[in-house]
């Protein structure tokens, strides 16, 4: 069995309005259940939100621009390390194995890529555990009355993904 401590362990929900986005995240952060969350929309979506909600503006920050890169469509994130690890998987090892992960991205983003496209924007909460992992679910299950799906696998070990692999495309 794998090591727990070596688990790689997220939610994702997805609004549509940018009241139940700032409602999650003040409770998130309120609830000391955050370990780190990434906001991906479209440019538009995200500039949409930011300008609507104080509370997101101001985990805004700049955003990072995602291009076409994981989508038909041009999309826009958070950066932080939960992105970064997120971007990870989609990248082939260095050892040229196939990844362990490769499903990650194409089948993540594929669940998402209408809500997006829609100017939904998609809140990653990523959980140190499994506990934290279920409260930041009911957060997010709370404040959106769209799609919520939790994703728990074993992280890559470091240093063993190229920098500049290809995304996948939807």
């Excluded at 727990?4 to 952060?29: C, H, I, Q, T």
């Excluded at 000391?32 to 930011?50: H, N, R, V, Y």
């Excluded at 260095?94 to 939904?120: I, K, M, T």
Aim: net charge negative.
């Amino acid at each position: 069995m794998d090591d727990a401590s070596n688990m790689f362990r997220f939610a994702v929900g997805v609004f549509y309005e940018s009241r139940g986005l700032a409602n999650a995240l003040n409770e998130l952060g309120n609830g000391a259940i955050l370990a780190e969350t990434c906001m991906i929309g479209t440019p538009s979506a995200m500039q949409d939100f930011a300008t609507d909600s104080e509370a997101i503006r101001s985990r805004a920050g700049e955003f990072k621009v995602l291009g076409s890169d994981l989508a038909s469509f041009d999309l826009v994130a958070t950066d932080g390390q939960l992105l970064n690890t997120l971007l990870d998987y989609g990248r082939p090892p260095n050892d040229g194995v196939a990844p362990r992960h490769g499903w990650l991205l194409p089948d993540l983003f594929g669940g998402l890529a209408e809500h997006l496209r829609s100017g939904a924007v998609a809140l990653f909460v990523s959980a140190p555990d499994f506990g934290r992992q279920r409260r930041a679910s009911r957060v997010l299950l709370r404040h959106t009355a769209h799609t919520v799906q939790t994703h728990e696998f074993t992280a890559r070990q470091p240093g063993t993904s190229k920098g500049d692999g290809e995304m996948p495309r939807l």
